[in-house]
């Protein structure tokens, strides 16, 4: 698959990982809430039958989260991207399973200037495509002028169920799922030089 550049009339972006560090422990999470290690989280949590407990289960997430964002730092090439996006007219947003605090809290402190935030408060989280929908909604785009960029196979098939062209960053690792992106790049920093290619040449 290619990607046609001149065709992206918005950039929407995965938080952790791909704008922003994360060292959230995955493994050390479901632990902590006596969740399987094949389980998704938030599905596991959300599906808890006792209130109480699906509560103390969700503040022990967010407590991880909020943990995480007081040490995040921006990823190389984030701010130079988001610029160059903005000073070309593309809208940016970010759609994250984040809850809204600690994703609130990354973008203060790290100071991302996107048009738009969607966190799992908002809509189901990905791989639902309904975050990525309600952006193409609101910006009254085809779904195929957004671009979706991350680093999971959350994000690929998130961006393939709204029928939106996407971009795993792959942080120089391979996956047996990078083959279903349409675009793959090492870093954010790749990504901006295949856009300012573009742009220098439109």
């Known amino acids: 698959m290619t990607l046609d550049y001149s065709s992206i009339k918005a950039v929407v972006?995965?938080?952790d990982n791909t704008l922003v560090s994360s060292?959230?422990?995955f493994t050390s999470i479901r632990h902590d809430i006596g969740c399987?290690?094949?389980h998704d989280l938030l599905e596991f949590a959300d599906n808890l039958s006792c209130d109480k407990q699906k509560s103390s289960v969700h503040q022990?997430?967010?407590a991880h989260e909020m943990s995480d964002a007081q040490n995040a730092e921006v990823m190389e090439g984030c701010h130079e991207l988001l610029t160059h996006l903005a000073q070309h007219n593309l809208y940016t947003g970010i759609v994250t399973r984040n809850c809204i605090e600690a994703a609130t809290l990354k973008i203060h402190r790290l100071k991302l200037s996107v048009n738009e935030l969607i966190c799992r408060e908002h809509f189901p989280p990905k791989p639902a495509p309904?975050?990525?929908l309600a952006l193409a909604d609101l910006w009254s785009l085809n779904p195929s002028h957004i671009l979706y960029v991350g680093d999971y196979i959350y994000d690929i098939?998130?961006?393939n169920n709204a029928n939106m062209p996407s971009c795993l960053i792959t942080h120089h690792q391979p996956t047996d799922y990078q083959h279903l992106a349409t675009?793959?790049?090492p870093q954010l920093t790749d990504l901006h030089r295949l856009f300012a290619s573009h742009h220098l040449s439109a």
């Open 157 to 159: 098939q998130a961006a």
């Open 36 to 38: 399987p290690q094949d």
């Open 23 to 25: 060292s959230l422990n």
């Open 13 to 15: 972006f995965d938080l």
């Open 60 to 62: 022990t997430i967010v």
């Open 183 to 185: 675009v793959c790049v």
């Open 130 to 132: 309904d975050s990525l």
